[in-house]
């Protein structure tokens, strides 16, 4: 079983543990360069709308629910398969493996749940009409039960490095690239076009955008699927973003409750403990989550995190009243749906059993409980709390009369269904590719550039050699980078090869990479979370000494900068899907000029107490 809700698509090679964070240089010196910021940003969060009108109708179903349909509702869950009554054998046999049931099918039937995951490693999202048939088949599934209700599906569609949808859909920069750019405009139109895409494949909760400011260069788990470290900046973001996605009638997703930006830990296999005083809190954390729940958020997704200064009972926020309860619908004002992340998740497993966990979350305030380890251990736990009395049926009718709620605005009473026709006329378009294109063109970031060697004329360095790490590529892209470079610049009028070095290259293949560069004009390196010791800066040196220039482009963190001095030229791209890498390519040639700032500060490899490059930096020509 794999995760969901934090992005396990793809992860960092960061170092995590089983232990919290601690203070570091370079953690420190962001906190005090962000936690002024936020000075003239309002500090209370609007409620969010008032309950519909059609309560009563909403209420009278839930009269007439049995307690097992009741449970059900309240969990989402992952399902493989690309049908909902007819997947391959080897899905069959993964659903029989991990739920008990054959098919998607199967599983409403036998515990009625309320909402379902879609992943690309489940197979649920080969191609958008396959996943259009797969989200009618659901409805069809649950809507033929006694008593049935339409299903809420709901998937990780950030973009950049977390995307669950691929080619042909749109995919779009993802959320640090879109905080170099620093346009809101840009914010909602990502949310209007993604949410657009997403509900005519019958897509109806997106778990974005992600709300955490990172302030942690070494955070494993977060880092460019952040906006970036300036609150106000995330907050403005976040909110149009938001926006976007609601007026596409697609339930956004605020995350992770109460913010995931400093932490050292990945809580997919670990336990983070945010070490924030109260008052760091408000003034960087709350931000973003105050400004969503103002655009009127309809979701807002927990985090398996300790926040000592929140609660000191030792518990995750997802397990935790006076953090869900207490602060997220008594201070903040928030009374949406809360989606715990992933229940499958180290962080949320570490003190208590799968038992225990989906009873607790119902205690602490959540409403939907996402995606647990065995959907059978944590259905039967949360029916027998009810039953001992730990749990009041109450306490369900409360949590389900928002999930039918956000049901109900979204249309899935009266629309549960999706067309062939509303996917060609909107999956993909090439009206939507193009905004897309403009997007990451204006997040591109140049943070070096001597002796003006960018653009690269045509003229001068018409051979280049493309190297560089290729991590495998984020779902529904073409990749590997290198050779996505290569394609771009050839196309733009240079002839360009492609020659992967990946993220560890040997000494061997540092070598192959050296004598390639002796017959070029110059060398474009693409680069992948470098550190001190990594084997990519000493290729990245070694390339210098041949005298060609040498372009880095940063495809992940912008941190990378800090440990590549002997470069010509150097630009960040904060991912490697296509629309960023096509983006960084056109900059390169000079077809664009590059127009993205810095959205997170950048510290000195040799002494990271000091900034070598701020918020707000980046370089045009």
Same mark, same amino acid.
């Given at each position: 079983?794999?995760?969901?809700?934090?992005?396990?698509?793809?992860?960092?090679?960061?170092?995590?543990?089983?232990?919290?964070?601690?203070?570091?240089?370079?953690?420190?010196?962001?906190?005090?360069?962000?936690?002024?910021?936020?000075?003239?940003?309002?500090?209370?969060?609007?409620?969010?709308?008032?309950?519909?009108?059609?309560?009563?109708?909403?209420?009278?179903?839930?009269?007439?629910?049995?307690?097992?349909?009741?449970?059900?509702?309240?969990?989402?869950?992952?399902?493989?398969?690309?049908?909902?009554?007819?997947?391959?054998?080897?899905?069959?046999?993964?659903?029989?493996?991990?739920?008990?049931?054959?098919?998607?099918?199967?599983?409403?039937?036998?515990?009625?749940?309320?909402?379902?995951?879609?992943?690309?490693?489940?197979?649920?999202?080969?191609?958008?009409?396959?996943?259009?048939?797969?989200?009618?088949?659901?409805?069809?599934?649950?809507?033929?039960?006694?008593?049935?209700?339409?299903?809420?599906?709901?998937?990780?569609?950030?973009?950049?490095?977390?995307?669950?949808?691929?080619?042909?859909?749109?995919?779009?920069?993802?959320?640090?690239?879109?905080?170099?750019?620093?346009?809101?405009?840009?914010?909602?139109?990502?949310?209007?076009?993604?949410?657009?895409?997403?509900?005519?494949?019958?897509?109806?909760?997106?778990?974005?955008?992600?709300?955490?400011?990172?302030?942690?260069?070494?955070?494993?788990?977060?880092?460019?699927?952040?906006?970036?470290?300036?609150?106000?900046?995330?907050?403005?973001?976040?909110?149009?973003?938001?926006?976007?996605?609601?007026?596409?009638?697609?339930?956004?997703?605020?995350?992770?409750?109460?913010?995931?930006?400093?932490?050292?830990?990945?809580?997919?296999?670990?336990?983070?403990?945010?070490?924030?005083?109260?008052?760091?809190?408000?003034?960087?954390?709350?931000?973003?989550?105050?400004?969503? #729940?103002?655009?009127?958020?309809?979701?807002?997704?927990?985090?398996?995190?300790?926040?000592?200064?929140?609660?000191?009972?030792?518990?995750?926020?997802?397990?935790?009243?006076? #953090?869900?309860?207490?602060?997220?619908?008594?201070?903040?004002?928030?009374?949406?749906?809360?989606?715990?992340?992933?229940?499958?998740?180290?962080?949320?497993?570490?003190?208590?059993?799968?038992?225990?966990?989906?009873?607790?979350?119902?205690?602490?305030?959540?409403?939907?409980?996402?995606?647990?380890?065995?959907?059978?251990?944590?259905?039967?736990?949360?029916?027998?709390?009810?039953?001992?009395?730990?749990?009041?049926?109450?306490?369900?009718?409360?949590?389900?009369?928002?999930?039918?709620?956000?049901?109900?605005?979204?249309?899935?009473?009266?629309?549960?269904?999706?067309?062939?026709?509303?996917?060609?006329?909107?999956?993909?378009?090439?009206?939507?590719?193009?905004?897309?294109?403009?997007?990451?063109?204006?997040?591109?970031?140049?943070?070096?550039?001597?002796?003006?060697?960018?653009?690269?004329?045509?003229?001068?360095?018409?051979?280049?050699?493309?190297?560089?790490?290729?991590?495998?590529?984020?779902?529904?892209?073409?990749?590997?980078?290198?050779?996505?470079?290569?394609?771009?610049?050839?196309?733009?009028?240079?002839?360009?090869?492609?020659?992967?070095?990946?993220?560890?290259?040997?000494?061997?293949? #540092?070598?192959?990479?050296?004598?390639?560069?002796?017959?070029?004009?110059?060398?474009?390196?693409?680069?992948?979370?470098?550190?001190?010791?990594?084997?990519?800066?000493?290729?990245?040196?070694?390339?210098?000494?041949?005298?060609?220039?040498?372009?880095?482009?940063?495809?992940?963190?912008?941190?990378?900068?800090?440990?590549?001095?002997?470069?010509?030229?150097?630009?960040?791209?904060?991912?490697?899907?296509?629309?960023?890498?096509?983006?960084?390519?056109?900059?390169?040639?000079?077809?664009?000029?590059?127009?993205?700032?810095?959205?997170?500060?950048?510290?000195?490899?040799?002494?990271?107490?000091?900034?070598?490059?701020?918020?707000?930096?980046?370089?045009?020509?």
């Amino acid at each position: 079983m794999r995760d969901s809700g934090t992005g396990s698509t793809e992860r960092s090679t960061g170092t995590t543990g089983n232990t919290g964070n601690t203070a570091n240089p370079s953690r420190r010196t962001v906190l005090a360069a962000t936690a002024g910021v936020t000075a003239s940003l309002a500090v209370a969060g609007a409620a969010h709308a008032a309950p519909p009108a059609d309560d009563k109708r909403l209420r009278t179903l839930i009269a007439r629910m049995t307690l097992e349909e009741k449970v059900g509702q309240l969990f989402v869950m992952r399902v493989y398969g690309h049908s909902a009554t007819a997947p391959d054998q080897a899905d069959i046999d993964a659903n029989l493996k991990e739920i008990g049931v054959r098919t998607a099918a199967e599983l409403i039937a036998r515990y009625r749940v309320g909402g379902i995951i879609y992943f690309s490693w489940a197979h649920n999202t080969r191609d958008p009409h396959q996943i259009a048939d797969l989200s009618n088949g659901i409805q069809s599934a649950s809507l033929e039960q006694p008593r049935g209700l339409p299903v809420l599906i709901s998937t990780d569609q950030e973009h950049g490095i977390v995307a669950r949808v691929g080619r042909p859909a749109t995919l779009f920069p993802g959320a640090m690239a879109v905080g170099a750019g620093g346009s809101r405009s840009d914010a909602r139109t990502l949310g209007r076009v993604a949410g657009a895409e997403l509900r005519a494949l019958g897509v109806r909760q997106d778990y974005s955008p992600v709300a955490d400011v990172n302030v942690n260069p070494a955070n494993p788990v977060i880092g460019v699927r952040s906006f970036g470290a300036d609150p106000a900046a995330v907050a403005a973001l976040v909110a149009a973003e938001v926006t976007g996605y609601q007026h596409a009638k697609v339930a956004a997703t605020a995350k992770h409750f109460p913010g995931h930006g400093d932490t050292a830990v990945d809580s997919h296999y670990g336990f983070p403990v945010i070490t924030h005083s109260r008052e760091v809190w408000e003034a960087l954390d709350a931000a973003p989550f105050r400004a969503a #729940i103002a655009a009127g958020i309809d979701s807002i997704m927990t985090a398996h995190i300790m926040v000592p200064a929140l609660d000191g009972s030792g518990d995750p926020a997802t397990l935790s009243h006076p #953090i869900l309860t207490g602060i997220l619908r008594g201070e903040l004002g928030y009374d949406g749906v809360v989606v715990t992340d992933s229940l499958g998740m180290e962080g949320v497993r570490t003190k208590y059993g799968d038992d225990r966990v989906p009873v607790l979350a119902l205690k602490a305030g959540a409403d939907q409980l996402l995606n647990p380890p065995s959907l059978d251990i944590a259905w039967n736990a949360v029916l027998k709390a009810v039953r001992d009395g730990e749990l009041t049926e109450s306490r369900l009718d409360a949590s389900l009369l928002r999930i039918l709620r956000l049901k109900a605005k979204l249309r899935l009473f009266d629309r549960p269904y999706v067309t062939h026709a509303g996917v060609r006329r909107t999956v993909g378009t090439r009206a939507h590719l193009a905004a897309a294109d403009r997007i990451a063109e204006r997040t591109t970031t140049l943070l070096v550039n001597e002796g003006s060697l960018l653009p690269l004329s045509r003229r001068t360095h018409r051979t280049l050699l493309v190297v560089g790490a290729d991590p495998a590529s984020p779902s529904g892209t073409t990749g590997p980078p290198t050779g996505v470079l290569a394609t771009a610049l050839s196309e733009l009028g240079f002839t360009a090869t492609a020659l992967s070095t990946g993220t560890a290259p040997s000494g061997a293949t #540092i070598a192959k990479a050296v004598a390639a560069a002796q017959e070029a004009d110059a060398v474009v390196v693409g680069t992948y979370n470098v550190t001190a010791s990594s084997a990519q800066k000493t290729l990245v040196e070694q390339l210098t000494t041949t005298g060609k220039p040498v372009v880095a482009v940063a495809i992940r963190n912008p941190y990378d900068v800090a440990q590549l001095p002997s470069v010509t030229a150097c630009l960040a791209s904060y991912s490697w899907t296509d629309v960023e890498l096509r983006a960084a390519a056109r900059v390169i040639a000079g077809r664009v000029r590059p127009h993205g700032k810095l959205p997170v500060p950048v510290q000195r490899a040799d002494d990271p107490a000091q900034l070598l490059y701020p918020v707000g930096y980046g370089l045009s020509y």
